[in-house]
């Protein structure tokens, strides 16, 4: 599985679901791409360094160096409406890790390679690939994990009504 992938540029493959709409807009637009600087900017890939950014990409594909890896399925019976149960699965199962002293990381990247992830998991028709998630420990040290991206006011997000 990993040789297929290694050879392909997974980046604009299609996935079974939109994980972004196309195009993206406004402030979901703005922190995406500012997230993006952010990552390449602190592993010291440039915007133009076509390579050195596939190349950091296909590092999902290796679940990051971490010594696990899950690939998290729903029955696609289910549909869109149960997909939010679904990612409160994936928090919570992010935050018992951590309360085990163990890092993770969520990655939508495998759905974008869904097709040979399915066939290598011999996957019923019916398991739709979400997302796979990495679990180890965290290298703190590594420029990856040096940054904090940044949190939007409280205000941008949330509105408070009969407060006044
Ligand atoms: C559902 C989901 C999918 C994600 N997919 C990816 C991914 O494919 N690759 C990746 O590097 N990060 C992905 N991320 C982001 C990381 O898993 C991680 O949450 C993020 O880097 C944490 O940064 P923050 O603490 O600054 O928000 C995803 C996050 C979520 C919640």
């Known amino acids: 599985m990993g040789q297929r992938i290694a050879s392909e540029d997974p980046r604009h493959s299609k996935s079974e679901y939109p ?3 196309e195009p993206m807009w406004g402030a979901y637009k703005e922190r995406r791409e500012a997230h993006g600087v952010q990552l390449y900017g602190s592993l010291g ?14 590092k999902n594909f290796e679940f990051f160096d971490a010594p696990v890896g899950l690939f998290i399925t729903i029955d696609r019976r289910l549909g869109p409406g ?10 919570a199962l992010a935050f018992l890790a951590r309360g ?8 939508e990247a495998w759905a974008r390679v869904y097709d040979t992830v399915s066939h290598f998991l011999k996957l019923p028709d019916n398991e739709m690939l979400f997302c796979g998630m990495a679990i180890g ?11 904090r991206s940044p949190r939007a006011d409280l205000s941008e997000f949330c509105t408070f009504l009969g407060f006044d």
């Open 19 to 21: 994980i972004y709409p």
């Open 45 to 58: 890939i440039s915007r133009n360094d076509a390579a050195g950014r596939l190349a950091q990409y296909k």
């Open 82 to 91: 149960q997909w939010a149960d679904l990612g409160g699965y994936i928090h």
């Open 100 to 107: 085990h002293g163990l890092d993770t990381c969520p990655q």
């Open 137 to 147: 420990y965290g290298d703190r040290r590594h420029k990856a994990n040096d940054f």
